[in-house]
């Protein structure tokens, strides 16, 4: 017998976005002789976050470590001695990170991003940008 009509799969996504970060520090008022853990979460695994991926304004921080295949880091921030100021950051640069997949993270003039509910870090707008705001039910 002849078939007759259609047969389709489920539904698939394909990933095509880079993993985001989402930073959290243990403790924000820091002194002189202090320390703070700081995590680091992805929404994606990442196989290649380096100390050179991160800039510290304001001390320094120990190379990142993994124990769950890169889905969370951890290190150590220090303080500078003289730091004083409460305008420090945590920068990690996206534009070396991949993940399992493949995908980068980078962000151009023009593309569209979505920032996660618990956000818990920095964002930097460098060019004029328009915001779209979803509000789900």
Avoid: H
Wanted: no cysteine; net charge negative.
């Amino acid at each position: 017998n002849t078939g007759t009509g259609t047969s389709s799969s489920e539904n698939f996504a394909i990933d095509t976005l880079g993993p985001v970060p989402t930073i959290t520090v243990s403790d924000t008022v820091l002194k002189a002789g202090d320390t703070a853990e700081v995590q680091i979460s992805f929404t994606e695994a990442v196989s290649d976050l380096t100390s050179e991926d991160i800039t510290v304004e304001g001390g320094t921080l120990t190379a990142p470590q993994t124990s769950d295949g890169g889905l969370t880091y951890t290190a150590t921030l220090t303080p500078n001695a003289e730091t004083t100021d409460y305008s420090n950051l945590i920068t990690i640069n996206n534009t070396g990170l991949t993940d399992a997949e493949g995908n980068k993270t980078e962000l151009r003039a023009g593309d569209s991003y979505m920032i996660r509910p618990g956000f818990a870090g920095t964002w930097q707008v460098v060019e004029t940008t328009l915001k779209d705001f979803v509000i789900r039910a």
